[in-house]
């Protein structure tokens, strides 16, 4: 497969999903939309990947080439192609698709925390209960018309969903490596949350949680979306079929 990435700083690229996708024989094929990229035409890819990044789903007036990204997520996940969202791919998906995104009521999420799933193939052979790292906002506040909740938390209702059979947002962080904190910590907007929330000076003890869960964190990563590439192989041959 080939699989097409929206990334929308350098920092928040597809992580170890690189080496998931390696060792199946596909493709990543990034686009950098910040950067002025032009979105390619949508019909040479077979799936979509829309990473993270610092900007809001409604800053289109300082970001104006999130009316095109989004008018390309809609229509991909219209026709029911596969895709998979991370935080902020999670919340274009939903904002584009008719759900809303907002600010979060309370603080924002940064750190390692516990989410709860349902049963889905995107999880299989996951537990009900495992860490993720977070790092965000904003959170879908009202799910798309036909959109299903797979996920939750204390500090965020709509932690993961699913749209129609192949389209995936999960609002945590699956990819992360081992430098992801220190690479993020230097983008103002995250900065600005770390502090916030964990205090100044917070990030060597964000970084020691992320490496005291990394090996779980790592095999959640890697089962999740090897889960994905599944569903998105079916999928496909079934439309060929």
């Known amino acids: 497969m080939k699989i097409l990435v929206f990334q929308h700083v350098a920092s928040e690229h597809p992580g170890s999903f690189r080496d998931v996708t390696a060792a199946r024989g596909h493709?990543?094929?990034?686009?950098?939309?910040?950067?002025?990229?032009?979105i390619p035409p949508l019909n040479d890819y077979?799936?979509?990947?829309?990473m993270g990044g610092p900007m809001d789903v409604w800053e289109t007036e300082k970001y104006?080439?999130?009316?095109?990204?989004?008018?390309?997520?809609?229509?991909?996940?219209?026709?029911?192609?596969?895709?998979?969202?991370?935080?902020?791919g999670h919340q274009l998906l939903a904002q584009s698709c008719g759900g809303l995104v907002e600010p979060m009521a309370g603080a924002p999420e940064v750190g390692i925390s516990q989410v709860r799933?349902?049963?889905?193939?995107?999880?299989?052979?996951?537990?009900?209960?495992?860490?993720?790292?977070?790092?965000?906002?904003?959170?879908?506040?009202?799910?798309p018309p036909g959109g299903v909740q797979l996920a939750t938390s204390p500090g965020c209702f709509i932690q993961a969903m699913r749209l129609g059979d192949a389209a995936y947002g999960l609002q945590f962080h699956m990819e992360l490596t081992?430098?992801?904190?220190?690479?993020?910590?230097?983008?103002?907007?995250?900065?600005?949350?770390?502090?916030?929330?964990?205090?100044?000076g917070?990030?060597?003890v964000v970084q020691a949680e992320v490496m005291a869960q990394f090996p779980p964190l790592l095999n959640a990563?890697?089962?999740i979306f090897g889960n994905f590439l599944d569903i998105a192989e079916r999928t496909l041959g079934?439309?060929?079929g």
């Open 221 to 223: 990563a890697h089962r």
């Open 64 to 88: 104006p080439w999130l009316l095109d990204e989004m008018a390309a997520i809609r229509a991909w996940a219209e026709a029911g192609r596969p895709y998979f969202g991370i935080c902020l």
């Open 46 to 50: 077979d799936a979509l990947l829309v």
């Open 202 to 204: 917070a990030l060597p």
């Open 178 to 200: 081992e430098t992801t904190a220190p690479d993020w910590a230097q983008l103002p907007e995250y900065a600005a949350a770390l502090e916030s929330v964990r205090g100044p």
């Open 117 to 143: 799933v349902e049963g889905d193939p995107i999880f299989n052979a996951l537990p009900p209960v495992w860490p993720c790292f977070q790092w965000h906002g904003a959170e879908v506040k009202r799910l």
């Open 238 to 240: 079934a439309k060929q």
């Open 27 to 38: 493709s990543l094929h990034p686009v950098e939309l910040d950067e002025g990229e032009a």
